[in-house]
C-alpha cells in the first residue's frame, strides 16, 4: 500500500514538471512570435496572433491541469 501512494505522488510530480516544462515552452514560444511580428506581412501577422491567442489558451489549460494535478487528496 505505501508503494502505491509512493508511485502515484511520483507520477504526480513528475506531471508536474512536465506541465511546468510545457508551459514555459510555450511562454517562450509566444515571445519568439511576437519578436517575429515585427518583420510579419499583414498574412503572418494575423496567423502568429491566432497562433499566440492558441497558445495563451493553452497555458491557462495547463495551469489548471496543474493546479489540481498538485493539489492534495
Do not use: C
Request: zero cysteines.
Amino acid at each position: 500500500m505505501e508503494n502505491d501512494r509512493h508511485e502515484v505522488f511520483n507520477k504526480k510530480s513528475e506531471n508536474a514538471l512536465s506541465l511546468g516544462k510545457m508551459i514555459e515552452n510555450t511562454k517562450e514560444n509566444i515571445k519568439e512570435a511576437e519578436i517575429s511580428m515585427e518583420f510579419a506581412t499583414p498574412e503572418e501577422l494575423e496567423n502568429i496572433e491566432k497562433k499566440n491567442s492558441h497558445r495563451r489558451q493553452s497555458i491557462a489549460q495547463m495551469e489548471e491541469q496543474l493546479k489540481r494535478s498538485t493539489k492534495k487528496n
